[in-house]
């Protein structure tokens, strides 16, 4: 980009009448500076970077975060507003003051050299004034002011979610540059006013990362998911299903509506489950933990609805065999008791009675071992909850990230 510029500044330089130019000397005002192929070196000098001796050129650097506007967890990026403050000092630019009596001065700011900065987690970056200006004093330390919109791409770290916290941070190089020739001093202030968000910023950092080589500083935001949507969403209506399908069992087992209620409780909780899993993303590593938790409560669900209709299918095939086994004088007798056999929501013979047919014991035991299971699995995922902690594989490129030396 600025190995661009440069060209087209050399190649256009002749005709080139649009930019005030500040000689090194000292500032001139516009008038006096119409630039020629004699003052080329002048030039192409004031936009290399300032020479600090043996050491590298400081640049300040303030980074005002304004907002973070979208924080999208299934294309794992964050948007953000961001106003950057730099300032350095190049003395190239100074003036003495009883010759020019102003202050400070505006310049386009591809008339001097300024640091071009690189987002390295950005999908795109947009700069908000195209051709800012940088206001130069009289003793040549040069302010520039640059706000930004981009949205960046980051790890966010879910397995806690809906409660999750994550790091994201945004890098910014100085590509044209060596550690050499610049070094960034960072800080970071939190302004964001808009607290009306699903993601909080809670805490705002800068770093600037040693041995680089190429210089850059960091922004780490750590955001923090609020959680209440996704819990009145997700979590209250899976338990209450389950709910739901626990108290399914007390109905009777011979009743035609118990399948029917175990089977509408088990569709509608396979519509809830399709739209939770489009809902959180998938990972290399540390998946939600809620995945897993109503992935289970779809197969208990599973197995209480199978429970039912296997169970039940058994008691109808008893009744039936009870009715059509025994002698004929019982039967007989049974056709006179009742005309057409028992009615379908009749209880079947033996429940009648003090003992109850298998079919049913079994589901009065399968009621009790039920309930304790759905106990159980809550309390396990609870703990699990409190206790699990997750490190992500570290990624193939973090041995040598960008800008570091590469390892012999
Ligand atoms: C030059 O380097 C020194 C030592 O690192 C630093 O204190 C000073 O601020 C630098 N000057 C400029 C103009 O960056
Ligand atoms: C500024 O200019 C005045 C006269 O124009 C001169 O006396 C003075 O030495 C200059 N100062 C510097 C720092 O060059
Ligand atoms: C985020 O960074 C802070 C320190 O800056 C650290 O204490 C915290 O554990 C980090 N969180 C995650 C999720 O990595």
Known sequence: MMALQ??????FLGLSITSPLVHAEGFQGPEAVWPSLFNL???VQRIQIPNNGSAPLLVDVEV???NVFNVDILRYTVSSMLLLKLSWLDTRLAWN???QPQHAVTLPWDSLWTPRLTILEALWVDWRDQSPQARVDQDGHVKLN???TTETNCDFELLHFPRDQSNCSLSFYALSNTVMELEFQAHAVNEIVSVKREYVVYDLKTQVPPQQVVPCFKVTLSLKNTALKSIIALLVPAEALLLADVCGGLLPLWTIERIAYKVT????????????VDALPSSSSCNPLLIYFFTILLLLFFLSTVETVLLAGLLAKGSLGAKSSPSPALRGEHREHGNSGPHPEEPPRGVKGSQRSWPETADRIFFVVYVSGVLCCQFIFAGIWMWAACKSDPAPGEAAPHGRRPRP
């Not at 440069?6 to 190649?11: A, D, E, K």
């Not at 409780?265 to 939770?276: E, R, T």
Request: charged share 5%; no cysteine.
């Open 6 to 11: 440069l060209l087209l500044r050399l190649t």
């Open 41 to 43: 070196p002048q030039k």
């Open 64 to 66: 005002f975060v304004s």
């Open 97 to 99: 003051n009883s010759a």
């Open 146 to 148: 640059l706000a930004l």
């Open 265 to 276: 409780l088990l569709l509608s909780y396979l519509v809830f489950h399709s739209s939770l």
